[in-house]
């Protein structure tokens, strides 16, 4: 393939979906790779960010991804390995020579493989640990002590202190005279005798003045801890809120033992937010790399929830066969009364439940809410309403099948609105993540609702 038919990334020529891998540029790759070409494949690789190479491996095959690794050799970067989805880190981890193993995993920050190993089985764990360093190897056994899904597990150890009285010739002199310090940092932590933060000073500041200044004139206004069992969506959450972009991490007595930094934050509100996306539409933490078995198995409980609730809207209609019977476009129609429901609710719910993940839904607003989401729901109802009367009256020539059909959409776009609200504001009071559960709750609620408000007023209307 021609040098100059491959795009890695101009600015010049930038498009809509150039940030996504180039096809030509991965089928260059994949032919190096199948050609056994070493020096090609680093040519193409070399300009590649740790992400974009976790993505190549992530969307080629394992046959593929095993001899890309094997080829890349002693290149493979540590951050390559942070940006991958936890089944197929373990893959590449497993493909990669113990040499190669050693040197990408102490080019990692301490958090950084914290965060590869708790994913991966004992054995791994212990494999990899025995290749660190004796002082890194009990800072991250230290930090796989604490909780998971705790600040413990999501700051770093690696962090730049100083004591508070110090001026900003002393502290530069010190980061100057240290070659260990955090490969990112940006602030400078000031510490009291018995090592408890006290504030914190940015870079910009420190490097902006002179050397005779005191660290203690240049502190941030807003200082910030965070207690190392702290729940680390809590952490990142007031890492949004504040607008925070490093903050300290302190013991039970107070003591500083590490750092949280934006960047770790921002990867945490990630998680959260397509955790809740994927359990909405009931298939966990589901990834197209996972094996067909595993998403079948994953899928099944809440298929089985699902039918569990279509048998129940279908009692209801068996509750009504004579009407149904007697006027035979109540089956035409019925399915557009559920779906609008269904829609309509899931509207609602999509809203509350991002809104109680980003606590902009309280006990505090909550009616306000609800009475708008009421609202709402009339007003589209009242205008579907009109329409689907107007459709039912052309369509089947009875007057009052359009009042039916009109009078059940309203009632079920304002349940449904209700309901959306409602269901997931009462799973967060009981403790259950409203994400995991509340569909089958708002589907089961719109088709009951539906279907009993369109033929129990065909049954008394139109009977």
Not at 180 to 207: C, N, S, W
Not at 344 to 360: F, H, P, Y
Not at 384 to 410: D, E, K, N, S
Request: charged residues 25%; negative net charge; hydrophobic residues 50%.
């Amino acid at each position: 393939m021609p040098e100059e038919d491959i795009i890695l990334d101009d600015p010049e020529t930038r498009e809509e979906g150039a940030y996504s891998l180039d096809p030509r540029t991965v089928q260059a790759i994949l032919e190096a790779v199948e050609a056994q070409d070493a020096d090609r494949l680093k040519e193409l690789v070399e300009p590649f960010h740790a992400a974009d190479i976790a993505d190549l491996l992530e969307q080629v095959n394992h046959e593929e991804r095993e001899a890309f690794v094997r080829l890349y050799g002693t290149e493979f970067d540590g951050e390559i390995l942070s940006e991958l989805e936890e089944g197929i880190r373990a893959e590449v981890i497993a493909a990669l020579s113990p040499e190669v193993l050693s040197e990408a995993v102490r080019e990692l920050e301490s958090d950084d493989v914290v965060d590869l190993l708790e994913d991966l089985e004992q054995p791994t764990q212990d494999a990899i640990l025995e290749i660190l360093e004796a002082s890194d190897r009990l800072a991250v056994e230290q930090a796989l002590s604490h909780p998971e899904y705790s600040a413990g597990r999501l700051m770093q150890r690696e962090v730049v202190a100083a004591p508070e009285h110090w001026s900003v010739g002393q502290v530069i002199d010190f980061m100057r005279a240290h070659d260990d310090l955090p490969e990112q940092f940006y602030h400078v932590i000031l510490v009291d005798p018995r090592m408890k933060p006290v504030a914190q000073v940015t870079l910009g500041k420190i490097m902006s003045s002179r050397r005779t200044t005191k660290l203690a004139d240049l502190v941030e206004p807003d200082f910030r801890t965070f207690r190392v069992d702290e729940e680390e969506g809590d952490v990142a959450y007031a890492f949004n809120q504040y607008h925070l972009i490093s903050a300290p991490v302190v013991d039970d007595d107070g003591r500083l033992v590490g750092v949280i930094t934006i960047d770790d934050a921002m990867i945490v509100l990630n998680e959260e937010n397509e955790e809740d996306i994927l359990r909405l539409a009931g298939v966990g933490d589901e990834s197209l790399n996972d094996r067909t078995f595993d998403i079948a198995r994953q899928r099944f409980p809440w298929l089985f929830v699902n039918l569990i609730t279509a048998i129940l809207a279908s009692l209801v209609i068996a509750q009504f066969e004579a009407t149904i019977a007697a006027v035979v476009a109540l089956a035409v129609l019925m399915p557009i009364v559920a779906s609008m429901g269904g829609n309509a609710g899931t509207q609602s719910l999509t809203v509350a439940v991002r809104a109680l993940a980003t606590r902009d839904l309280t006990g505090a607003n909550a009616l306000r809410v609800i009475r708008r989401e009421i609202v709402a729901g009339f007003l589209n109802g009242c205008v579907f309403a009109v329409l689907m009367g107007v459709v039912g009256i052309l369509w089947f020539g009875t007057p009052m099948l359009g009042v039916v059909i009109g009078a059940a959409m309203v009632i079920n776009l304002v349940i449904a609105g209700l309901a959306g609200i409602l269901v997931p504001l009462t799973l967060d009071k009981a403790g259950v993540d409203p994400a995991l559960a509340s569909g089958a709750f708002v589907t089961t609620v719109t088709d009951v609702v539906g279907f009993f408000a369109f033929l129990g007023l065909a049954a008394v209307l139109l009977l």
